[in-house]
């Protein structure tokens, strides 16, 4: 793989990473096990059945823990720790090598990517779980299990395209969030 098809795998799994970590984690793994693609640099270690069990019971418990109001708000903060971290390690090992372990700019663009995407989802979150039914948390965090799970196969068959489409999620994401912050805060009075 050339270094700019390297770039795009791993800024668009950081940006996933930033959405749904464990799950990305365990799908790179899963899909390098499988031979579905061949990880490049230390991407390999997501191989390793340990970080694939791990990554598999924690996609599972954050699956659950996200439909719970309220519980997902204060998943989400405690994921800040792990999300941009992982995000910037993802990009970070498909850049780098064996030889040279991790790129440096895999591991700041990683974290950048992932710090978006975080912080969009959580920023959305946290207004979707201002409403007083339960039905638009579940399909908050139903929304989000599908945009993680079909960037992830869509990364795995054409990373430049899921770049782009994670570039375009993102300002999306943005303009959404603006639009409910614009609806749900009063305006100011001119005087």
């Known amino acids: 793989m050339s ?28 899909a390098g096990l499988l031979g579905w693609l061949d990880l490049p640099g230390q991407l390999v270690l997501c191989e390793s059945p340990w970080v694939l069990g791990t990554a598999g019971v924690l996609t599972a418990v954050e699956f659950a823990t996200d439909k719970i109001p309220g519980v997902d708000s204060v998943w989400d903060l405690l994921q800040t720790v792990v999300r941009i971290p992982a995000g910037a390690f993802l990009a970070g090992a498909a850049l780098g090598d ?27 979150r946290a207004l979707v779980n201002a409403s007083p039914e339960p039905v638009s948390n579940l399909l908050a965090s139903g929304s989000e299990d599908g945009l993680a799970l079909g960037s992830l196969l869509f990364v795995f068959a054409n990373p430049w395209l899921a770049l782009l489409v994670v570039v375009v999620g993102s300002v999306l994401m943005f303009a959404a969030v603006y639009w409910l912050l614009r609806r749900l805060l009063p305006r100011r009075v001119a005087r």
């Open 3 to 30: 270094e700019a098809h390297l770039f795009a795998l791993g800024i668009a799994l950081a940006w996933i990473a930033g959405i749904r970590a464990y799950l990305t984690v365990f799908g790179a793994g899963l």
């Open 98 to 124: 064996a030889e040279t372990g991790l790129s440096t700019l895999g591991l700041v663009g990683g974290a950048g990517a992932a710090f978006t995407a975080h912080a969009l989802k959580s920023g959305t």
